[in-house]
């Protein structure tokens, strides 16, 4: 068993090797001229264009391709980070139950959980907003608008993600 990263919530994350599995071929990152104009350290997600955008700084930004949510189920608006998770496991929100009732009620951290690899649960203040940027274990999802509202990423790239974000970095979504 691997050890959890430092800034992993232990509440919301699972120690595993998982991360050996990975298909990092599948990573979509490139560097781009940055197109938000925002801070270094900001993430941006474009939901019409379906891409998430770390500025670095210098006018420069990773670009990452991802899922968002379905018509109806989309979120907009600022928020910051606010937890971290490694290989989480997943509890679908009471809604979803009454909308999908065939759904598990719990999947624990690993490939069949639809968090994936990482999760970055966005918050306003202290309070979650129970939307995240997460890994996926239908990858062939990414590019679409079909999830229930969170931010689906390659497992290679929310990887990546993870690593260069700390807890309380500012997340804007339009």
Not at 28 to 53: C, F, H, S
Not at 93 to 118: Q, W
Request: proline share 8%; net charge negative; glycine share 10%.
């Amino acid at each position: 068993m691997a050890e959890l990263p430092p800034d992993a919530d232990p509440g919301y994350a699972r120690p595993s090797n998982l991360d050996d599995d990975v298909d990092f071929s599948a990573a979509t990152r490139t560097q781009v001229d940055d197109p938000t104009g925002r801070p270094a350290g900001t993430i941006t997600i474009d939901t019409n264009e379906r891409k998430l955008y770390l500025s670095i700084g210098g006018g420069q930004a990773y670009q990452y391709d991802v899922g968002v949510g379905r018509e109806g189920f989309d979120w907009k608006g600022t928020a910051q980070i606010g937890r971290k998770a490694f290989w989480p496991s997943w509890t679908p929100p009471k809604e979803m139950v009454v909308r999908r009732p065939e759904i598990p009620r719990h999947v624990e951290g690993g490939f069949d959980s639809p968090l994936g690899a990482r999760a970055l649960y966005l918050f306003r203040g202290d309070r979650d907003t129970m939307f995240r940027i997460h890994g996926t274990n239908e990858p062939d999802t990414i590019g679409y608008a079909v999830s229930s509202g969170c931010i689906r990423m390659m497992n290679a790239d929310v990887i990546d993600l993870y690593n260069r974000v700390p807890k309380g970095a500012r997340v804007v979504v339009f």
